[in-house]
């Protein structure tokens, strides 16, 4: 019996993974949790194989928790399953240590699969990121401005050209108006921007949002 936990902030979303992977005979879903600390607090509960992992998620990000989790050489396998594009996101999260990389608009009978996949030791990609993988062996690409951005950067930047306001991201975030001025401050250095127009523009460019 492969034992999973699914830790996304979205109810709905969670219970039609949820209700998906109960189709298999051999995947029993043991624990849920909307953020970090109540996925912390369910760890220690329950047995885990598998963990299904949103990457935009309050308080600790995706990325973050997958750091926290190859910190203490964790054996739980981490199946990242976002929203986000592939192409901006798969070879970050697996890069970071994840085992695999599924976007929740695909087929849901695949997450099956993915879980699958992960728990034999193996890492999961779709073709798409398959592909992605090979030609970043083959011929590496210039880095891009944004690939420099820490997770909480590029949430910040994605967020403000998705048209959020700064009190709104610290809201979503679970962080001070502050600090996300701070982030803020360093994306622009960082991408050589002025300010939150040209940073829209930047993201639109690059397929950020």
Do not use: F
């Not at 401050?185 to 397929?207: D, F, G, M, P």
């Amino acid at each position: 019996m492969i034992h999973v936990v699914l830790c996304d902030d979205h109810a709905v979303l969670r219970r039609g993974i949820r209700d998906t992977l109960t189709e298999a005979t051999d995947i029993q879903v043991t624990g849920e949790a909307g953020g970090y600390a109540e996925l912390r607090d369910i760890l220690r509960k329950v047995p885990c194989d598998v963990l299904l992992l949103d990457l935009n998620m309050p308080g600790r990000s995706g990325l973050e928790v997958l750091t926290s989790l190859r910190e203490t050489d964790s054996a739980i396998r981490v199946l990242v399953v976002s929203m986000y594009p592939e192409d901006q996101y798969a070879l970050r999260c697996l890069r970071a240590g994840a085992q695999g990389y599924a976007n929740k608009a695909g087929d849901p009978m695949e997450l099956i699969e993915a879980v699958r996949t992960v728990m034999r030791g193996r890492k999961y990609l779709t073709p798409e990121v398959a592909q992605m993988l090979a030609d970043s062996l083959a011929q590496p690409a210039p880095e891009l401005p944004h690939e420099s951005l820490s997770e909480r950067e590029l949430q910040t930047l994605v967020k403000i050209a998705s048209g959020r306001r700064l009190s709104d991201i610290a809201e979503e975030l679970m962080l001070s108006p502050k600090t996300v001025s701070v982030y803020r401050a360093r994306v622009l250095e960082k991408l050589k921007l002025t300010n939150n127009a040209e940073l829209t523009v930047y993201a639109i460019r690059n397929q950020l949002v």
